[in-house]
């Protein structure tokens, strides 16, 4: 990666928002909330180079941020694809069919759960609960729920977004 | 309907609106509160309602409050358990994007009760859009004069602030919570101490339910003997109810404890019946952590009484023939639904989901979801249902925190009701529902 890893002004400021709203001395408090401005700025993963920087600012070691981050499903540690589709896997989900979804992506964009299409567009991962089972099947996209999804829902969606290139990288503070 | 304290303008879609909240009667209890009571009146009040925690385990909210150290020297913290990841539950959901300011009044009237200056909303991860809404509420609330400092003249002062978990159920528990506030992994923590002595960077800390903070400014305004009178014995008020799975009209439900579970099923006011028309098989009542019950026990207990939607009802019979209520997810299945397929998927989900920790956890769920797993897939051995009860006998009451129990009681509770089941997978050497 060539591109310099150092946040826009506006996140910068973002992120000194949301460090001051931790005790004095406490702002590894706001590990979380930074790593996903920084995986939303950088890529939609967290790359080494993403780690260091984080602790850099927040003043921490880099192996605080790594173990952190190798915790929480929410973090890529490698790269996805612009637009990760993340449908539910659990109990409720399953009884409505989420199975049959995620055969149905899995054979549309011809990859397994976990994997990334050759062009870079798509990853598929399967996720637990997202607490929506009431609008079982259920997939989140960035920042949005799809929810009672059919196979008709899901192609037309997956239409949508070849079209549009939608990048499902979204910062959780930004609209 | 029965009566609404949480959902009452729940279908207005204007109600995340600060002026439309407040239109329906939103912030006058902090202002009663402020002007004319005290801390201790507030939590007085909390605990005559009888209120008891709606994140899962049922603790009186009154107790927890007076176990606070409020004595000590150091800040007192406030925070609020919105991580909801317990399969089968989505209520807390349902009211922060609904309904965020009656999350914030309540926080304002908790806060003010136990003497906190800061308080936290831990927010599950991938409620981004969440995030949002309740980053536009508590600013609201802020220019309106209801958070910050000196509220409405009283010489109270409260900060709150959103943090985003991200993807982590274990964070739900309460010290894995604070652990993960702080920027940690989220490891359970040894109790004692409790957070009530020690919790959010080793101050004293309460930590609440959305559900349970979000009922505080009805109290407040009704009175705590008003609340207690709705409801039924100890469980008093009304609760959230999640329902999903094989029924006709899934979704959030408020209901006055003591209501029945039959005309909840079945009821075309509320679940409606099977979605396909096959009978009902099983229900899970409370969150995937509770004992699954087959459709017999869960309409009536064991002496044939009705079961109602309440604490002590659905424990009727212990774990022998009874339940909980836990969260009140409430997972209903039909005939068609392989019992151990099912017990498989939430076996991995809590294999996936176990910090790792403890050896009983990390190990057992892990054997419990590979036996699961050949028993469904036709290679399981006839001993394989003795060990599985084994294995869950040995995590449940041996780890740091309750989710190696949660990871067993599904497995016990499955093979207590449903032995045949497992038996016939091992004779016929695999599933035979489709
Ligand atoms: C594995 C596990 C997951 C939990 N998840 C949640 C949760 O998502 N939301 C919640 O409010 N409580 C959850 N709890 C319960 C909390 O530890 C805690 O009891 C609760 O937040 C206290 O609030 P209450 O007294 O208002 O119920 C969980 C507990 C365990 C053991
Ligand atoms: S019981 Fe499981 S989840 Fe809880 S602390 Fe132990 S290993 Fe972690
Ligand atoms: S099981 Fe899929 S949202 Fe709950």
Same mark, same amino acid.
């Given at each position: 990666?060539? !591109?310099?890893?150092?946040?826009?002004?506006?996140?910068?400021?973002?992120?000194?928002?949301?460090?001051?709203? @931790?005790?004095?001395?406490?702002?590894?408090?706001?590990?979380?909330?930074?790593?996903?401005?920084?995986?939303?700025?950088?890529?939609?993963?967290?790359?080494?180079?993403?780690?260091?920087?984080?602790?850099?600012?927040?003043?921490?070691?880099?192996?605080?941020? @790594?173990?952190?981050?190798?915790?929480? !499903?929410?973090?890529?540690?490698?790269?996805?694809?612009?637009?990760?589709?993340?449908?539910?896997?659990?109990?409720?989900?399953?009884? !409505?069919?989420?199975?049959?979804?995620?055969?149905?992506?899995?054979?549309?964009?011809?990859?397994?759960?976990?994997?990334?299409?050759?062009?870079?567009?798509?990853?598929?991962?399967?996720?637990?609960?997202?607490?929506?089972?009431?609008?079982?099947?259920?997939?989140?996209?960035? !920042?949005?729920?799809?929810?009672?999804?059919?196979?008709?829902?899901?192609?037309?969606?997956?239409?949508?977004?070849?079209?549009?290139?939608?990048?499902?990288?979204?910062?959780?503070?930004?609209? | 309907?029965?009566?609404?304290?949480?959902? /009452?303008?729940?279908?207005?879609?204007?109600?995340?609106?600060?002026?439309?909240?407040?239109?329906?009667?939103?912030?006058?209890?902090?202002?009663?509160?402020?002007?004319?009571?005290?801390? &201790?009146? %507030?939590?007085?009040?909390?605990?005559?309602?009888?209120?008891?925690?709606?994140?899962?385990?049922?603790?009186?909210?009154?107790?927890?409050?007076?176990?606070?150290?409020?004595?000590?020297?150091?800040?007192?913290?406030?925070?609020?358990?919105?991580? /909801?990841?317990?399969?089968?539950?989505?209520? &807390?959901?349902?009211?922060?994007?609904?309904?965020?300011?009656?999350?914030?009044?309540?926080?304002?009237?908790?806060?003010?009760?136990?003497? %906190? /200056?800061?308080?936290?909303?831990?927010?599950? +991860?991938?409620?981004?859009?969440?995030?949002?809404?309740?980053?536009?509420?508590?600013?609201?609330?802020?220019?309106?004069?209801?958070?910050?400092?000196?509220?409405?003249?009283?010489?109270?002062?409260?900060?709150?602030?959103?943090?985003?978990?991200?993807?982590?159920?274990?964070?739900?528990?309460?010290?894995?919570?604070?652990?993960?506030?702080?920027?940690?992994?989220?490891?359970?923590?040894?109790?004692?101490?409790?957070?009530?002595?020690?919790?959010?960077?080793?101050?004293?800390?309460?930590?609440?339910?959305?559900?349970?903070?979000?009922?505080?400014?009805?109290? %407040?305004?009704?009175?705590?003997?008003?609340?207690?009178?709705?409801?039924?014995?100890?469980?008093? +008020?009304?609760?959230?109810?999640?329902?999903?799975?094989?029924?006709?009209?899934?979704?959030?439900?408020?209901?006055?404890?003591?209501?029945? %579970?039959?005309?909840?099923?079945?009821? &075309?006011?509320?679940?409606?019946?099977?979605?396909?028309?096959?009978?009902?098989?099983?229900?899970?009542?409370?969150?995937?952590?509770?004992?699954?019950?087959?459709?017999?026990?869960?309409?009536?207990?064991?002496?044939? /009484?009705?079961?109602?939607?309440?604490?002590?009802?659905?424990?009727?019979?212990?774990?022998?023939?009874?339940?909980?209520?836990?969260?009140? +997810?409430?997972?209903?299945?039909?005939?068609?639904?392989?019992?151990?397929?099912?017990?498989?998927?939430?076996?991995?989900?809590?294999?996936?989901?176990?910090?790792?920790?403890?050896?009983?956890?990390?190990?057992?769920?892990?054997?419990?979801?590979?036996?699961?797993?050949?028993?469904?897939?036709?290679?399981?051995?006839?001993?394989?249902?003795?060990?599985?009860?084994?294995?869950?006998?040995?995590?449940?009451?041996?780890?740091?925190?309750?989710?190696?129990?949660?990871?067993?009681?599904?497995?016990?509770?499955?093979?207590?009701?449903?032995?045949?089941?497992?038996?016939?997978?091992?004779?016929?050497?695999?599933?035979?529902?489709?």
């Amino acid at each position: 990666m060539d !591109n310099e890893i150092k946040f826009s002004a506006e996140s910068l400021e973002l992120v000194n928002r949301i460090i001051a709203r @931790y005790p004095e001395g406490k702002q590894k408090s706001a590990l979380l909330p930074v790593l996903h401005i920084a995986q939303a700025e950088f890529g939609g993963w967290l790359s080494t180079e993403t780690m260091n920087y984080v602790a850099g600012l927040l003043k921490l070691e880099p192996i605080e941020v @790594y173990e952190v981050a190798t915790f929480y !499903n929410m973090f890529n540690l490698a790269p996805v694809g612009q637009c990760v589709i993340e449908v539910c896997q659990t109990g409720p989900c399953m009884l !409505n069919g989420a199975g049959e979804i995620i055969q149905h992506i899995s054979k549309r964009l011809d990859i397994k759960p976990g994997e990334t299409t050759p062009d870079g567009k798509f990853t598929l991962k399967t996720v637990e609960c997202l607490a929506a089972c009431g609008s079982a099947p259920v997939m989140r996209v960035g !920042n949005r729920y799809h929810e009672n999804l059919s196979t008709e829902k899901v192609d037309s969606l997956i239409e949508e977004w070849c079209k549009c290139g939608k990048s499902s990288h979204d910062n959780p503070y930004n609209e | 309907m029965g009566i609404k304290i949480l959902t /009452e303008h729940i279908d207005n879609p204007e109600l995340k609106k600060f002026e439309v909240y407040r239109k329906t009667g939103g912030y006058t209890a902090v202002e009663k509160a402020l002007k004319t009571m005290s801390p &201790d009146g %507030v939590m007085e009040e909390v605990k005559k309602s009888g209120l008891r925690g709606r994140g899962g385990a049922g603790f009186p909210t009154g107790m927890k409050w007076s176990f606070l150290d409020r004595k000590s020297e150091k800040p007192h913290y406030l925070v609020c358990n919105a991580d /909801e990841g317990e399969p089968g539950t989505f209520k &807390d959901r349902y009211l922060l994007e609904r309904n965020p300011h009656a999350l914030i009044e309540g926080i304002i009237l908790s806060g003010y009760a136990l003497g %906190v /200056e800061d308080a936290y909303i831990y927010l599950r +991860g991938e409620f981004f859009y969440i995030l949002q809404i309740l980053e536009k509420a508590i600013a609201e609330a802020y220019e309106k004069g209801f958070l910050g400092k000196n509220i409405l003249g009283s010489g109270y002062s409260l900060n709150l602030y959103c943090h985003p978990g991200a993807g982590a159920y274990i964070c739900g528990e309460e010290t894995a919570l604070l652990e993960s506030l702080e920027g940690k992994r989220g490891n359970p923590r040894l109790k004692p101490p409790f957070p009530a002595v020690s919790g959010l960077y080793n101050c004293p800390t309460v930590i609440n339910n959305v559900e349970t903070l979000a009922t505080i400014p009805w109290i %407040v305004n009704h009175g705590g003997d008003q609340y207690a009178q709705i409801g039924v014995g100890r469980s008093t +008020g009304t609760k959230l109810i999640s329902a999903s799975g094989h029924i006709k009209n899934p979704g959030v439900y408020e209901l006055e404890m003591g209501f029945p %579970v039959e005309e909840f099923i079945y009821s &075309d006011q509320y679940c409606g019946g099977m979605k396909n028309g096959k009978p009902l098989k099983a229900v899970v009542a409370g969150g995937s952590s509770v004992p699954i019950l087959p459709a017999g026990l869960i309409l009536k207990t064991a002496n044939g /009484e009705p079961r109602n939607i309440s604490y002590e009802s659905l424990a009727e019979g212990g774990f022998e023939t009874g339940t909980m209520l836990g969260s009140g +997810g409430f997972i209903v299945m039909d005939e068609s639904t392989c019992i151990v397929r099912n017990l498989y998927n939430f076996t991995r989900f809590y294999r996936h989901e176990s910090c790792g920790q403890c050896s009983p956890c990390r190990e057992g769920t892990s054997w419990m979801e590979k036996i699961l797993y050949r028993i469904e897939n036709g290679e399981g051995r006839m001993h394989d249902i003795d060990l599985l009860v084994d294995i869950s006998n040995n995590i449940e009451g041996k780890t740091i925190c309750p989710l190696g129990d949660a990871a067993a009681w599904p497995v016990a509770s499955a093979i207590r009701h449903f032995r045949d089941e497992f038996v016939e997978h091992v004779n016929r050497k695999g599933c035979w529902f489709d």
